[in-house]
């Protein structure tokens, strides 16, 4: 099983993590007055930095492929992925490749939290409000499910057709396509819920690889090796790596790089190091490999990095 196979991920705790405080989004910097939604469409780059917002944004896939940084974990995005991020969860999204034709295309959804109980009260008044609980996690969680079928695709089109148009009526549009969407996204949800607890079942070693996983999260700047980690979760190295690009979405040292080069990343931001000293401090002996790392997953290099960054 691939990773566009697992369909969700319920609403989980981010561990916390020695870094830098992201950068908070607030009101003002996207909605119109008290207006309480906002809709753009927007291709992800390498310009932004890790981010948290005042309101609650809903991120759906539209195209192309990348990573998405979620507190201190990283996970491998495409097409049909999206997210529900509450007040406070910081995020980043990263274009696979600065060199990949697929540009790496999201429709965002904000919605001001003070509108969500009024959006649940108008779900149950006729049916089950319970479609209105998925925006309701905590901060610093998140919800993801992997939309296979693009079913939500043309509901966030007809939303930024109607948020960017502004025709007459256009509110009324736009809260009615918020309601249609509720419903499917929870709908969806649902489907997965079952498809998902048939997976855990079948999946002996996936509870200790969570373990390992949650581990690595901490230990990525010591030497892993595959051949440690699978001995520690008590698997062969092969069938290791088979759950491990099923659960991340990526391989090993994939996923190890990515970690590495975004606390690398928060270092060149946040500190007078030199690249050499952040090269050893992420667990690269060899500066010129860390470079060559950090081009592949960022587009520039370490030191340009910086500069831009200080600008």
């Known amino acids: 099983m691939d990773y566009s196979d697992k369909p969700f991920k319920p609403y989980e705790r981010l561990k916390k993590a020695d870094k830098a405080p992201a950068y ?35 991120v759906y896939v539209l195209s192309g492929e990348g990573f998405h940084y979620i507190g201190t974990s990283v996970e491998k995005t495409s097409k ?29 959804l904000c919605i001001r939290p003070e509108f969500i109980d009024e959006l649940a009260s108008w779900i149950g008044y006729y049916g089950d409000a319970e479609a209105a609980s998925i925006f309701k996690g905590r901060s610093d969680t998140h919800l993801s499910l992997i939309d296979q079928k693009m079913e939500l695709a043309h509901l966030f089109e007809l939303l930024h057709r109607e948020y960017t148009a502004k025709l007459s009526g256009f509110e009324a549009g736009l809260f009615s396509g918020v309601l249609q969407l509720s419903v499917q996204i929870h709908r969806l949800l649902t489907k997965a819920q079952h498809t998902e607890a048939s997976f855990h079942s079948n999946s002996s070693g996936r ?20 051949e440690r980690l699978a001995a520690e979760a008590g698997m062969s190295k092969r069938n290791f790596i ?11 040292s994939e996923y190890l790089q990515h970690r590495r080069v975004e606390l690398a990343c928060q270092l060149l931001r946040n500190s007078d190091h030199t690249i050499i000293s952040i090269s050893r401090i992420i667990g690269y002996r060899d500066a010129a490999h860390f470079r060559e790392v950090f081009r592949r997953v960022m587009g520039s290099n370490p030191r340009d990095y910086r500069i831009i960054k200080e600008e």
Do not use: C
């Open 207 to 226: 509870t200790e690889l969570l373990r390992i996983l949650k581990e690595i999260d901490t230990r990525f700047t010591e030497p892993l090796t595959v």
């Open 242 to 252: 088979r759950l491990f690009r099923t659960i991340t979405g990526m391989s090993f």
């Open 24 to 58: 908070h989004s607030d009101f003002i910097e996207h909605f119109q007055g008290n207006f309480p939604l906002f809709v753009n469409r927007y291709e992800e780059g390498f310009e932004l930095r890790e981010h948290s917002h005042a309101y609650i944004e809903i």
């Open 80 to 108: 049909g992925s999206l997210y529900i991020l509450p007040v406070g969860t910081s995020h980043l999204f990263r274009p696979s490749s600065p060199a990949n034709p697929h540009k790496l295309l999201v429709y965002n």
